[in-house]
């Protein structure tokens, strides 16, 4: 089944202590994009990558680092989490040409 | 200004009746347009997409992008309870990256 994959599906963490959240498509797409879900503010991208080693900033960077090293993986980074970046997170990918598949969300509580 | 608004809700409606979902989005440049549902807990799911001014169609649905008004419609006709859902309409300039409108959140009652 062609999918987008994302671990964990909800994880609480503490102030400070980096973790990595994965996101795998099986799809073969040279897009991939991950998006942050929040109240009142809707889908709003944080990095997106064109393909392999091609990475570049979204509207809400600050706090994020990602990295594409093959083309099926697209990990989101956070090096020092803040209560802040509680929220609602979305990997997405594409070929280009039909909109994007998105994964089933990560819901990451920082307290 | 948002580039993409759309009204946040929720608009409820009976079972079989006709919805219209739509967006207005600023900005001119040459444009693809999506509209996507998303069930709670899930993760957003296209529904239709298109680059061009005028209707398109598919099953129960049809999408109307009007690019002189900059108005994005959603139409879902013989609506069922299973259309609950939040709908984002979604444009992009280019495949890196999509701006999204907040959502309209969908009640149909059976």
Not at chain 1, 12 to 32: A, D, R, W
Not at chain 1, 41 to 61: A, C, H
């Amino acid at each position: 089944e062609a999918q987008v994959t994302q671990n964990p599906r909800y994880l609480i963490t503490v102030t400070g202590k980096k973790l990595t959240v994965t996101c795998s498509q099986n799809m073969n797409h040279e897009y991939m994009s991950w998006y942050r879900q929040d109240p009142g503010l809707g889908l709003r991208q944080i990095y997106y990558s064109m393909n392999v080693e091609v990475t570049d900033k979204g509207d809400v960077p600050e706090g994020y680092k990602v990295s594409r090293k093959e083309k099926r993986n697209f990990p989101l980074i956070l090096e020092s989490p803040s209560p802040n970046q509680t929220s609602l997170y979305f990997c997405a990918s594409s070929t280009g040409g039909n909109g994007y598949t998105f994964g089933s969300g990560t819901r990451l509580t920082v307290v | 200004q948002k580039e993409v608004e759309q009204d946040p809700g929720p608009l409820s409606v009976p079972e079989g009746a006709i919805v219209s979902l739509n967006c207005t989005y600023s900005n001119s440049a040459f444009q693809y347009f999506m509209w996507y549902r998303q069930y709670s807990r899930k993760g957003p799911e296209l529904l239709m997409y298109t680059y061009s001014s005028g209707n398109k169609e598919d099953g129960r649905f049809t999408a109307q992008v009007d690019k002189s008004s900059k108005y994005i419609s959603l139409f879902i006709r013989d609506s069922q309870p299973s259309d609950s859902a939040t709908y984002l309409c979604a444009r992009s300039t280019g495949f890196q990256k999509l701006v999204f409108g907040t959502g309209t959140r969908l009640l149909v009652s059976p």
